[in-house]
């Protein structure tokens, strides 16, 4: 698939939750292993080409979300992207279950080429 020409980001992914700064988990919420999830990203065989941004992910309350995330970018070519080709964002895992869980970024015969970076 190809992603060209997009004003802002070509692919932009956006997770949620329930908790914010007027609505904290309680430590007993926080500790609970059902508040455990695993999501898995796949990208394959992409072209992400002269878009504002390539791939973004943004997490609000990313300190409360507790879920573990797994990217898997095999054969994808990034170029020429205003504001970088591939940008995520991991959220804090509870100490409790950190020898379970763990994030993975697995990146795979991919090209990233000529980003430009504004300031």
Same mark, same amino acid.
């Given at each position: 698939?190809?992603? =060209?020409? @997009?004003?802002?980001?070509?692919?932009?992914?956006?997770?949620? &939750?329930?908790?914010? %700064?007027?609505?904290?988990?309680?430590?007993?919420?926080?500790?609970?292993?059902?508040?455990? +999830?695993? $999501?898995?990203?796949?990208?394959?065989?992409?072209?992400?080409? +002269?878009?504002?941004?390539?791939?973004?992910?943004?997490?609000?309350? %990313?300190? !409360? &979300?507790? @879920? %573990?995330? $797994?990217?898997?970018? =095999?054969?994808?070519?990034?170029?020429?992207?205003?504001?970088?080709?591939?940008?995520? =964002?991991?959220?804090?895992?509870?100490?409790? !279950?950190? =020898?379970?869980?763990?994030?993975?970024? @697995?990146? @795979?015969? &991919?090209? !990233?080429?000529?980003?430009?970076? &504004?300031?």
């Amino acid at each position: 698939m190809t992603f =060209d020409s @997009n004003r802002y980001e070509a692919l932009y992914v956006p997770s949620f &939750s329930k908790f914010n %700064v007027l609505y904290l988990p309680t430590y007993e919420e926080l500790q609970t292993a059902l508040r455990i +999830s695993e $999501i898995t990203y796949e990208l394959e065989s992409n072209y992400f080409v +002269s878009n504002g941004l390539g791939v973004v992910s943004e997490y609000t309350t %990313v300190e !409360f &979300s507790n @879920n %573990v995330w $797994i990217w898997r970018v =095999d054969g994808n070519r990034f170029e020429r992207n205003l504001g970088g080709g591939f940008e995520i =964002d991991l959220p804090r895992v509870n100490l409790m !279950f950190t =020898d379970l869980y763990n994030h993975s970024v @697995n990146i @795979n015969s &991919s090209i !990233f080429e000529v980003h430009f970076h &504004s300031l």
